[in-house]
């Protein structure tokens, strides 16, 4: 049944990334709720909710926006390898941060992927442009909505769980 809400939840954030988050437009740059559900997800479930939700959420975004299902999942991928490295490295964070930090590099990492996809598909690339009209802004606003997300749900007493697996249980656990 989690499995399911968490396949619900990104599904969900397919639809509003394709319905609200362009009515709110910063900069050149908008919210991207599908990045902070996976980011949720991972955080608040476990990895392998997170390995099934990435592909899901980049199927139903490719459906819903008209965009790639290849290059969205190639954007959103290395949320969790990163948020493995960020767990096991020797630099003390605490929970938040190793989501944030995940959230910030995947963050940028999806719209550095993006703006080389439409770069490819003819669109005109400033490296001035690209940082201060879509990066920064970018960054900002994932930094805000994860904030936002992460704060209510420690507040209600769900606790972080951890991005490492144990060996032979994966399908146990879906």
Do not use: K
Not at 151 to 167: C, F, K
């Amino acid at each position: 049944m989690r499995g399911f809400s968490a396949v619900a939840t990104v599904v969900f954030a397919c639809i509003c990334q394709v319905t609200i988050a362009p009515l709110f437009p910063v900069s050149a740059t908008a919210f991207d709720f599908v990045l902070i559900a996976l980011v949720l997800v991972a955080a608040f479930g476990n990895p392998r909710r997170a390995m099934v939700a990435v592909p899901v959420a980049a199927v139903a975004l490719s459906f819903l926006s008209g965009r790639s299902a290849g290059l969205l999942l190639l954007a959103y991928l290395p949320l969790l390898p990163l948020g493995l490295f960020l767990e096991g490295a020797s630099v003390p964070l605490n929970h938040f941060a190793r989501a944030l930090v995940a959230t910030l590099a995947t963050g940028a990492w999806a719209r550095v992927l993006l703006v080389l996809g439409a770069m490819v598909g003819g669109a005109e690339g400033n490296l001035g442009i690209v940082v201060r009209e879509i990066l920064l802004p970018g960054l900002f606003l994932d930094f805000a909505l994860l904030s936002v997300a992460y704060v209510p749900m420690r507040l209600i007493g769900w606790s972080g769980q951890g991005m490492s697996l144990q060996r032979g249980v994966y399908y146990s656990g879906l």
